[in-house]
């Protein structure tokens, strides 16, 4: 079947020549990646050593991850707005960078000097003073700047200590009145599966495009092991940088209706102001000329503090 017939198929149209229909949208795209498997080395410490205990029952923050199969679609960038729309809402908000690419410092202009969790993490050393002032009163922990070698060594080690986040976390001694947003690399990773096992609610980042409606299924498979919890997260598709001037963009939209059924998506619209907040270093939602994309990260930061007062 060629890439047009299969994108027909996506948008619910009939497709003669493809028995299969809707299911097409299962081969558009190849697998996602994986880590290696390699042993960490001995000589890193264990994880376990100078952590606090996690305790279940105590009341903690309420935490929410940004997830998503491919790249680009607005994680980081979301996850700047949602701090400083839930901070002017009147909540404590950490934003918590996992992507090794370190781009929350940029979002919210912290030196590239500021110690980060990547290389404090391969020290076993704790997150408080890792903190750096946010917008308008928000804090931050950025990744940092980290090599490959790094990199790759706390990944492997973190395949090893499925615990290291909860403890991280736990170890700020944050109250039930904080919410913790965490920003996460693209794909299936460790980093992925350790903001997953501790998440209150998953905020699926998406696009309207046939990238993003294709990687639902795999998607789906990589969260299932972590929905089956004594108490699973609440998920919330968001599609992100929605642009209703394009026609394609709103079939899209209802392509992922179709797919998602009873689950509708949430939309962020597209908004230049945000954009170029990235620019300046700026608060994104500090311009005046915010329109729907502000009423949109408004409602879903009302949203998020529904589903903090209900944990």
Known sequence: MSFTDGLLALLGKDV???ARGLNARLHFFGSIPVDDGTPFPAQTPSANEHCLPVDKAERRPCVVALVSVNGGVGRSTLATALSSGLQRLGESVVAVDLDPQDALRLHFGVSRASPGIGRASLRNARWETLQQPGFVGSRVITFGDTDIRQQDDLQRWLKHEPQWLAQRLAALELSARDTVIIDTPAGNNV????????????????????ASLGTLDQLDALMAPHL????????????????EDNAFSLDMVEAFRQRLGTKEPLEVHHDLAISEALAFGTDPLDSQALSLAGDDIDALCRLLIARRKQL
């Not at 609440?234 to 929605?242: D, E, S, T």
């Open 191 to 210: 980093y992925f599966h350790q903001a997953l096992s501790v998440a209150d609610v998953v905020l699926v980042i998406t696009q309207a495009d046939a």
């Open 16 to 18: 003669s020549r493809d």
């Open 228 to 243: 089956e919890r004594e108490r699973p997260p609440h998920v919330h598709f968001v599609i992100n940088q929605l642009d």
